[in-house]
């Protein structure tokens, strides 16, 4: 992995821009590894807890009794960007929980403003409950560890089986042939379209992106480079922007309620996704139920096996929680535990990031009921899924990428103008906020 | 519009005119009517919908889930729907309430005494007006993080007390609803500055300080920034804030769209119930007959 090949000396380079490393949890000693026995301090550990995962509490509620020295409360907290900035705030005030919830992209935002714990000691033995590819996620390719990853978000395509059928179409096993497929299909019912391109939805692009090889964000030497124009993401806005401008792929963004509506009536064949795409169907288009299957990602060089990563997200310790110690090990139970793993499945309805977790899954989600290998096929894929490293200001790319592709799809300019506006912003945002950029 | 009516004779064409140009006020009112209340017909229509329904049935077709939507709401994570509610009572309640009394204090003061510095604080207060709320929300937290106030009800309950626009009102209504004669026969009879406050200038005024309840209400009731920022505790939030996290619950997560729509229909309903009770307030003429000096 790309990620992990950033070794020791991105620490120092992290420890001096952000000067995190050090003023997390590395001085404290590590918790007690067993369960039962503790040197509790006088009076339970009182944390509380952000998160936005459904029922989260009641997963909560089983660690409670577990263990009376360590209380959690949980604060269900509205999920997404909203979050992110909100705990920063929290964080800069000084009142931040103890525990939050970080998305994979917001995680770098949160180590660059001081605002995570270094759990690296807490954190040691869980390191072997996942892959590469998500531990780089939190640790951002250094030594220290900012969070235990939760979920993950492997890329799929989610098709419409019963309507491939009836237009007579093969699943796409490359992007030529998904291209082939959008034109076939327009020329079959002009009501239809095989897909739809969101330029709401920054995550969707950047796991795109993934999958072509791209690498927003890395360090090199003392400096962050910055490509988020790099030749893999010019080639992906190239191919999409080429579809929107014929005509032959839609320009509606994801979960509005035309595309809830366009789901439901099966003007749209296909929606290439992440693993957690069941929960979304089956709210938003109820009526589809049992029609749609998945399939890995069309590549792009046929024989090729590649994924990428659309959301998923991690639980961090804040620098300013006063019992750090008791917080990693609240975070390890949750992310490690096959009890924890079990309910945070049935519960929280999570494709758990450890692998122990992911082979918990057994039988397919109702939506799938007639997919019963769903989730063996969800693991190879996510198996393929590329590394990929956020940087420190993911939330001023997402928005450009917003601004810049919303523009772009309605007067179907070229694609690739709207990604270089995303690494000018980028670039941009980066001086202002003092680091030190490679060039 | 008189143009179409040129034949007929001057008389006629006058009253005509007349007629039509009295047309014209309500017609922009019932258009603005159907303007406002087109959206709120929506949210109760797509509140009668089932999840299956609400993006598969024509716009404003009733669906058949107003029940089960309300049995989900009200059984959504044991019921926290209803704390929210109240929350939001106690917050545009206790904070109208609140408001009204500084507002109205500060305006009669303003109005009705001359001090120094009188003119610089009510240019100050307009100034106030002009700064919108929203830009004020950060700074106001990270203040209330520094006395330790972050986080609880007050938190959400004392930055909207003090609203200067509240207060302009005020002292607008009590320069032009008290005169200065009949405070003046009062203090000729002896009474003194409070019980003339209370006494006289207090119930002349309830017009203009149901208004600025009414005002202060709704827009506690519908504020959504302030208590996204000051609060983290869920069990604190208001119905803004926790039906927003219906909407934002994460993508592995399906949106729990019904139930944010029933609970937006459901907290629609003391707004509506509280301005069709506190309307007949605004009839009373208090003024009227109040000084017999004229």
């Not at chain 1, 237009?167 to 096993?173: L, S, T």
């Given at each position: 992995m790309r990620?992990?090949r950033l070794?020791?000396a991105?620490?120092a380079i992290?420890?001096?821009?952000?000067s995190?490393a050090?003023?997390?949890?590395?001085?404290?000693?590590s918790?007690?590894a067993?369960d039962?026995t503790s040197?509790?301090p006088?009076?339970?550990?009182?944390?509380t807890?952000?998160?936005?995962?459904?029922?989260?509490d009641k997963i909560v509620?089983v660690?409670?009794?577990a263990?009376?020295?360590?209380?959690?409360?949980?604060?269900?907290?509205?999920?997404g960007?909203d979050a992110?900035?909100?705990f920063l705030t929290?964080?800069k005030?000084?009142?931040?929980?103890?525990?939050?919830?970080?998305?994979?992209?917001?995680l770098p935002?949160?180590?660059?403003a001081?605002a995570?714990a270094?759990i690296?000691a807490e954190?040691e033995?869980a390191r072997?409950?996942?892959?590469?590819?998500?531990?780089?996620?939190?640790?951002l390719g250094?030594d220290a560890?900012?969070a235990v990853?939760?979920?993950?978000g492997?890329?799929?395509?989610?098709?419409?089986?019963?309507?491939?059928e009836k237009?007579?179409?093969?699943?796409?096993?490359t992007?030529?042939?998904?291209a082939?497929?959008?034109r076939a299909?327009?020329e079959k019912d002009?009501?239809v379209?095989l897909?739809t391109?969101s330029?709401?939805d920054p995550?969707w692009?950047a796991?795109?992106?993934q999958?072509?090889?791209?690498?927003?964000?890395?360090?090199?030497?003392d400096?962050?480079?910055?490509?988020v124009?790099?030749?893999?993401t010019a080639k992906v806005?190239?191919?999409w922007?080429?579809?929107?401008?014929?005509?032959?792929?839609?320009g509606?963004p994801?979960?509005?309620p035309?595309w809830n509506k366009?789901?439901?009536?099966?003007r749209?064949?296909?929606?290439p996704?992440a693993?957690?795409?069941?929960?979304?169907l089956?709210?938003?288009?109820p009526?589809a139920?049992?029609?749609w299957?998945?399939?890995?990602?069309?590549?792009w060089?046929?024989?090729?096996?590649?994924?990428?990563f659309?959301g998923?997200?991690?639980?961090?310790?804040?620098a300013?929680?006063?019992d750090k110690?008791?917080a990693?090990?609240?975070a390890t139970?949750?992310?490690?535990?096959?009890?924890?793993?079990d309910?945070?499945?049935?519960?929280?309805?999570?494709?758990?990031a450890?692998?122990k977790g992911a082979?918990l899954?057994?039988?397919a989600p109702?939506?799938?009921?007639?997919?019963?290998?769903?989730?063996?096929?969800?693991?190879?894929?996510g198996?393929?899924?590329?590394?990929?490293?956020?940087?420190?200001?993911?939330n001023v790319?997402?928005?450009?990428?917003?601004?810049a592709?919303?523009?772009?799809?309605?007067?179907?300019?070229?694609?690739a103008?709207a990604v270089r506006?995303?690494?000018?912003t980028?670039?941009?945002d980066?001086?202002?906020s003092?680091?030190?950029l490679?060039? | 519009?008189?143009?179409?009516?040129?034949p007929?004779t001057?008389g006629?064409?006058?009253?005509?005119?007349r007629?039509?140009?009295?047309?014209?006020?309500?017609?922009?009112?019932?258009l603005?009517?159907?303007?406002?209340?087109?959206p709120?017909?929506?949210v109760?229509?797509a509140a009668?919908?089932s999840?299956?329904?609400?993006f598969?049935t024509?716009t404003f077709a009733?669906g058949?889930g107003?029940?089960s939507n309300?049995?989900d709401l009200?059984a959504y994570?044991d019921?926290?729907f209803?704390?929210?509610?109240?929350?939001?009572?106690l917050?545009?309640g206790g904070?109208?309430?609140?408001?009204?009394?500084v507002?109205?204090i500060?305006g009669?003061?303003l109005?009705k005494y001359s001090?120094?510095g009188?003119?610089?604080i009510?240019n100050?207060l307009i100034g106030?007006i002009l700064v919108p709320s929203?830009?004020?929300?950060i700074?106001?937290?990270l203040?209330?993080?520094?006395?330790?106030l972050?986080?609880t009800?007050?938190s959400v309950?004392?930055?909207?007390?003090?609203h200067?626009?509240?207060i302009y009102?005020?002292r607008?209504?009590?320069?032009a609803?008290i005169p200065d004669s009949?405070?003046e026969a009062?203090r000729l009879?002896?009474?003194g500055e409070w019980?003339?406050?209370r006494?006289?200038?207090l119930?002349?005024?309830t017009?203009g300080m149901v208004?600025i309840?009414?005002?202060?209400?709704?827009?506690?009731?519908?504020?959504?920034?302030l208590?996204?920022?000051?609060?983290?505790d869920?069990h604190?939030?208001?119905?803004t804030v926790?039906l927003?996290?219906?909407?934002?619950?994460g993508?592995?997560q399906?949106s729990?769209?019904n139930?944010?729509?029933?609970?937006?229909?459901?907290s629609?309903i003391?707004?509506?119930?509280l301005?069709?009770?506190?309307q007949?307030y605004?009839?009373?003429?208090l003024?009227s007959?109040?000084?017999?000096?004229?």
């Open positions: 990620i992990n070794t020791a991105a620490v992290l420890a001096a821009t952000f995190t050090c003023s997390g949890g590395s001085g404290e000693p918790a007690p067993g039962s040197a509790a006088a009076g339970p550990v009182e944390l807890y952000w998160t936005w995962v459904p029922n989260m509620a660690w409670n009794q263990h009376p020295d360590i209380q959690v409360t949980v604060s269900k907290q509205a999920g960007d992110a900035a909100k929290a964080a005030a000084g009142n931040p929980p103890d525990l939050v919830q970080a998305e994979y992209q917001m935002s949160f180590v660059a001081d995570v270094d690296r954190t033995q072997a409950e996942f892959g590469d590819g998500i531990w780089g996620l939190v640790t250094t560890v900012y990853p939760q979920d993950s492997p890329m799929m395509l989610y098709y419409r089986q019963d309507l491939f237009y007579d179409i093969e699943v796409p096993k992007w030529d042939e998904y082939q497929a959008a299909v327009r002009p009501k379209f897909g391109f330029s709401k995550g692009f796991g795109l992106s999958q072509a090889g791209a690498q927003w964000w890395s360090i090199s030497g400096a962050w480079k910055v490509a124009d790099d030749e893999a806005a190239g191919y922007g080429g579809l929107v401008k014929e005509g032959v792929i839609d509606m994801f979960f509005t035309e366009a789901l439901n009536d099966g749209l064949l296909t929606w996704s693993v957690w795409g069941p929960g979304v089956s709210s938003n288009a009526k139920e049992g029609k299957a998945i399939a890995p990602l069309p590549q060089n046929a024989g090729e096996n590649h994924s990428g659309w998923g997200s991690s639980t961090a310790v804040a300013k929680s006063p110690a008791a990693a090990r609240f139970w949750l992310n490690t535990d096959p009890q924890a793993l309910l945070l499945i049935k519960e929280g309805s999570i494709y758990p450890s692998t082979a899954l057994t039988g109702d939506y799938f009921a007639d997919q019963p290998d769903f989730w063996r096929q969800a693991a190879a894929i198996a393929t899924a590329r590394g990929f490293t956020f940087g420190p200001n993911v790319t997402y928005n450009a990428y917003r601004d592709f919303d523009q772009a799809v309605a007067a179907k300019t070229d694609f103008a506006t995303m690494q000018e980028t670039v941009a980066m001086r202002k003092g680091f030190t490679a060039q | 519009m008189a143009a179409t009516t040129l007929a001057a006629h064409a006058r009253r005509q005119a007629r039509s140009l009295g047309i014209v006020p309500t017609a922009v009112l019932v603005g009517a159907i303007y406002t209340l087109f709120v017909s929506w109760v229509v009668t919908k999840k299956a329904e609400l598969s024509s009733p058949t107003l029940l309300l049995s009200f994570r019921g926290v209803w704390l929210w509610l109240l929350n939001t009572v917050y545009a904070g109208a309430v609140l408001s009204t009394a507002s109205t500060s009669y003061a109005a001090f120094p009188r003119g610089l009510f100050l106030g929203v830009v004020l929300a700074p106001q937290y203040l209330f993080s520094k006395v330790g972050a986080d009800y007050w309950l004392l930055p909207q007390i003090l200067p626009y509240s009102l005020a607008i209504y009590a320069q609803a009949l405070l009062g009879d002896g009474a019980r003339l406050f006494r006289v200038a119930p002349m005024l017009p208004t309840f009414l005002f202060q209400f709704v827009a506690i009731w519908n504020n959504f920034l208590p996204f920022i000051m609060l983290g869920d604190r939030f208001p119905l926790g927003y996290t219906l909407l934002a619950a993508a592995n399906p729990l769209y139930l944010i729509i029933t609970g937006t229909m459901l629609l003391p707004l509506i119930a301005f069709l009770t506190m007949r605004w009839r009373t003429d003024s007959g109040a000084v017999k000096s004229r």
